[in-house]
């Protein structure tokens, strides 16, 4: 069993930076892939990013490549979204997820944080 906490999501304007942090209970966080998603209100849960278990291998949507790196920490738990250059259509609820692969498919992963508000104003 995993439970997922994020946090670091805020208020900010078009063209600032924020950076998302997850921590994982458990001490099989380094055996897991992880990602990012988001959700923005009245549309689907779209994939944002995903790191492997040794950080070896990330992928990310193309609306956000070049502007959100992901990383992890596994001796402390946590993977991060760092988002650059944020754009208003980045607001959304964002969530992390703990998988065994590498997939843009939320149904893949197992396990799921609650989920932290990113608002970005025009």
């Known amino acids: 069993q995993v439970q997922l906490v994020e946090s670091g999501g805020g208020l900010v304007q078009a063209g600032d930076s924020l950076r998302l942090s997850c921590t994982a209970s458990g001490r099989t966080f380094s055996r897991y892939a992880m990602g990012w998603f988001r959700q923005a209100p009245g549309k689907e849960r779209e994939f944002v990013a995903a790191i492997s278990w040794d950080g070896g291998s990330t992928d990310y949507a193309d609306s956000v490549k070049g502007r959100f790196t992901i990383s992890r920490d596994n001796a402390k738990n946590t993977v991060y979204l760092q988002m650059n250059s944020l754009k208003p259509e980045d607001t959304a609820v964002y969530y992390c997820?703990?998988?065994?692969?590498?997939?843009?498919?939320?149904?893949?992963?197992?396990?799921w944080g609650q989920g932290t508000q990113v608002t970005v104003s025009s």
């Open positions: 997820a703990a998988g065994w692969i590498v997939t843009t498919l939320p149904t893949v992963y197992d396990y």
